[in-house]
Nanobody, 121 residues
């Protein structure tokens, strides 16, 4: 079983910064892509940023130039550095990881529990 633990959310003022972390643990053989999604009240969950095992990244247009995704493969952890935060960034942020598990190399895709980011004006 693979588990994700997220941290780093909170309340921040407009223009401020936060760093989210998501650590994967459990029966992991390898990790493919790691990503961050968010869901604001009354809206659908949307992709924020994603990073592949080869460190290729893609971002939502709304966060390009402000957010940076990175990963530490030794720690099975993905980060999201969020700068120049805006009220419209307010949402619950979810981590998503997929890969292969031990011992059977079965594919897995799991979600974190979510962490709330609130940007106040």
């Amino acid at each position: 079983q693979v588990r994700l633990v997220e941290s780093g959310g909170g309340l921040v003022q407009v223009g401020g910064s936060l760093r989210l972390s998501c650590a994967a643990s459990g029966s992991i053989f390898s990790i493919n892509a790691m990503g961050w999604y968010r869901q604001a009240p009354g809206k659908q969950r949307e992709l924020v940023a994603r990073i592949t095992s080869g460190s290729s990244t893609n971002y939502a247009d709304s966060v390009k130039g402000r957010f940076t995704i990175s990963r530490d493969n030794a720690k099975n952890t993905v980060y999201l550095q969020m700068n120049s935060l805006k009220p419209e960034d307010t949402a619950v942020y979810y981590c998503n990881v997929d890969g292969q598990s031990r011992p059977s190399y079965r594919y897995f895709a799991v979600w974190g529990q979510g962490t709330l980011v609130t940007v106040s004006s």
